[in-house]
């Protein structure tokens, strides 16, 4: 038997520990700093830079573990989507399906257009730019670190990694994936400040002035029939335990996948996505746990609500905020020496581009609240949810608009409407041919999401 005493049985903890403490310190510098207040930054951002900004000191070095890092920030994304998914849903304001679906349209067509910008910038500096490090398909991180965060970022940028070292070219995709998520939520937080400043100058948005407090009521931390708080087993408990139920039922699902026989095909396109996708089956089977659940409830065979809200909504903050913070701290600068000039176009196109076209779908979509919905979008789309509803509260603290349900809703429609899209992810960075059919199918598809979201309203009878 080892000895306690060896580091090799604290070194995850010793990676916790670095984690729960940088986040302590941003969340007290984001309070008592005015400027870190004001730019709306999280906290989990600020700990996960606090650590970058520290490991060229050599004890700080020596104590940040990349790979653990990487492996909390893959099974964080994971753990909080399956959380999310077994949520049963509870919509407090009104909100039409169409509307629903055309956001989760322009949540879609919005990662195609931040694909498409990634690929006509990595394209042409991989054909001309004197540098063998380079991946041409490495565009395609964009939507992965802005639409969809660290944990994403990282799946494909270690697989992008995978395929390039196929082909005999060394790169560093989870330091390009993980910096380009990093330099999102910075984007989303600082631009969404400074225009929403501005149009508060024009006088077009009141922005909260922090006099509303947020009230909660019994209804919000538990529903009618629900297990005890504490008994023989505490409702934490459950829910952990029924979110790591799901996730095991996740790394069963991804291990059949591996495993089958799945052709050509299956072994270069599909298979190397499986365990990228973890988030999505998370997704898929919470549903489908919850759905369980439901049915042995109405038929009595369950006389207890086991699912609480509330809770699952902190567990899923948490891994969240954990995946923030690693996948930050797992960024090398060391990597990144050979790919400066492709992250600093690909940041700065895609900033621009996420901002005009988010802006422009809400001015057509939602002329009620286009600020409200814009702020909402831009935060999640250059982010996370979590970033939209930030800046969300911020000029609608009470969520008297459809713009939250309209984010919360949206994640169906835009999973359905972004699959044969992912699916690409697997297809491009094959050959440079590959990339280049992408291309085209990524603009007859935004093409497509085009028409149907500026297509002119039907004429009432």
């Not at 095991?248 to 396109?269: C, E, H, N, P, S």
């Not at 609608?396 to 949206?410: G, I, K, S, W």
Request: glycine share 8%; net charge positive.
């Amino acid at each position: 038997m080892s000895s306690f005493a060896d580091l090799s049985a604290w070194s995850w903890l010793i990676q916790l520990f670095l984690i729960v403490a940088a986040l302590l310190v941003a969340n007290l510098i984001r309070c008592n700093v005015p400027i870190f207040r004001r730019s709306l930054l999280p906290s989990a951002l600020l700990a996960g830079l606090l650590i970058l900004c520290l490991k060229p000191i050599g004890a700080i070095s020596n104590i940040v573990d990349r790979h653990v890092m990487e492996v909390i920030t893959y099974h964080a994304l994971g753990l909080g989507f399956v959380a999310m998914a077994l949520k049963n849903k509870k919509i407090k304001s009104a909100t039409s399906t169409i509307k629903v679906i055309e956001t989760g349209a322009v949540t879609a067509s919005t990662y195609i257009i931040q694909g498409l910008c990634g690929l006509l910038i990595t394209v042409p500096l991989f054909l001309w730019w004197n540098n063998h490090d380079f991946f041409y398909s490495s565009g395609l991180l964009l939507p992965m670190g802005y639409g969809q965060g660290p944990g994403q970022a990282l799946n494909f940028g270690v697989t992008f990694s995978g395929w390039a070292a196929d082909q005999g070219i060394t790169f560093h995709g989870a330091d390009l994936g993980l910096s380009i998520a990093a330099t999102g939520f910075i984007v989303g937080s600082l631009v969404g400040v400074i225009y929403m400043n501005v149009l508060r100058r024009k006088g077009k948005l009141k922005i909260n002035d922090g006099t509303y407090v947020e009230k909660y009521t019994l209804e919000d931390y538990e529903s009618e029939g629900e297990i005890p708080h504490s008994e023989s087993i505490d409702k934490l408990t459950v829910q952990l335990c029924l979110v790591l139920l799901v996730y095991a039922l996740v790394f069963l699902l991804m291990y059949g996948i591996q495993r089958l026989d799945l052709g050509d095909f299956g072994v270069k396109t599909l298979k190397p996505l499986v365990w990228g996708f973890n988030f999505l089956w998370g997704t898929l089977l919470g549903v489908l746990v919850k759905w369980i659940i439901g049915r042995l409830r109405k038929s009595n065979l369950m006389q207890r609500e086991y699912i609480n809200n509330y809770t699952l909504d902190r567990i899923a903050g948490t891994c969240f905020d954990f995946m923030i913070v690693a996948g930050t701290a797992a960024i090398d600068f060391n990597n990144l020496r050979s790919l400066w000039l492709p992250l600093i176009l690909i940041c700065l196109l895609g900033a621009f581009v996420t901002f005009w076209y988010v802006l422009r779908c809400c001015r057509k979509l939602y002329p009620d609240y286009t600020y409200e919905a814009f702020f909402s979008m831009f935060g999640m789309l250059t982010g996370t949810a979590s970033n939209g509803m930030i800046l969300l509260r911020e000029i609608d603290p009470r969520f008297e608009t459809p713009a939250a349900n309209n984010l919360v809703l949206q994640t169906i429609p835009a999973l359905a409407f972004g699959f044969p899209v992912l699916l690409l992810m697997g297809f491009a960075p094959q050959s440079l041919n590959n990339t280049y059919i992408s291309i085209g199918l990524m603009v007859v598809a935004l093409a497509i999401f085009a028409l149907f979201i500026f297509r002119k309203p039907r004429k009432q009878q």
